[in-house]
T-cell receptor, first 113, second 113 residues
Framework: QEKVQQSPESLIVPEGAMVSLNCSFS?????SIWWYQQHPGKGPKALI?????GNKKEGRLTVYLNRASLHVSLHIKDSQPSDSAVYLCAVSMANNAGAKLTFGGGTRLTVRP | EAAVTQSPRNKVAVTGGKVTLSCNQTNNHNNMYWYRQDTGHGLRLIHY?????STEKGDIPDGYKASRPSQENFSLILELATPSQTSVYFCASGDNWGTGQLYFGEGSKLTVL
């Protein structure tokens, strides 16, 4: 069974700071790695994914994947109070029928104005 | 925007009672999922389905049944509810190509007394 660990558990930063979130996983055969954002009382929403080793940038978000070390990180540039949320790392295992996601415990981010 | 709706949003049940959580999606996705979310455990997969008439066990299926009578609807059934099943339950649908992008509902908060 896939194991997904996230760190830190919580993080408080001032507005405008760079945020770095970490995720480690156990199965090197995993396929896409996803980051989801969850605001209080809401369902998670997909933010960004990565499949290949290296990095991927979308707007203020950059994700880095190192399959050899089974590690992925999410970096948020110029953080805003609206970025305050729980961030969930998810590892996708897919077959011909569809994908099955295993989630980490999440990192709670608070961005202070 | 993909749409997944859950009902009821809040439910209080008694120990030993039967609970049914319902989920409807208008995305025409083949794949649907039920997760529960608890502090310290993140999101854990209970059951999932690859299409109408099919259900698969996830990582924590004990005490739960699932039903997928149609493409649009996926239900989670607790035949004999216990206090340990008090949680927030999320339904999600996933695209037919197994990318790992899931679309979540707003959640159903279940309290078993």
């Amino acid at each position: 069974q896939e194991k997904v660990q996230q760190s830190p558990e919580s993080l408080i930063v001032p507005e405008g700071a760079m945020v770095s979130l970490n995720c480690s996983f156990s199965d090197s055969a995993s396929q896409s790695i996803w980051w989801y954002q969850q605001h209080p009382g809401k369902g998670p929403k997909a933010l960004i994914s990565i499949f290949s080793n290296g990095n991927k940038k979308e707007g203020r978000l950059t994700v880095y994947l190192n399959r050899a070390s089974l590690h992925v990180s999410l970096h948020i540039k110029d953080s805003q109070p609206s970025d305050s949320a729980v961030y969930l790392c998810a590892v996708s295992m897919a077959n011909n029928a569809g994908a099955k996601l295993t989630f980490g415990g999440g990192t709670r981010l608070t961005v202070r104005p | 925007e993909a749409a997944v709706t859950q009902s009821p949003r809040n439910k209080v049940a008694v120990t030993g009672g039967k609970v049914t959580l319902s989920c409807n999606q208008t995305n025409n996705h083949n794949n649907m999922y039920w997760y529960r979310q608890d502090t310290g455990h993140g999101l854990r997969l209970i059951h999932y389905s690859y299409g109408a008439g099919s259900t698969e066990k996830g990582d924590i299926p004990d005490g739960y049944k699932a039903s997928r009578p149609s493409q649009e609807n996926f239900s989670l059934i607790l035949e004999l509810a216990t206090p340990s099943q008090t949680s927030v339950y999320f339904c999600a649908s996933g695209d037919n190509w197994g990318t790992g992008q899931l679309y979540f509902g707003e959640g159903s908060k279940l309290t078993v007394l």
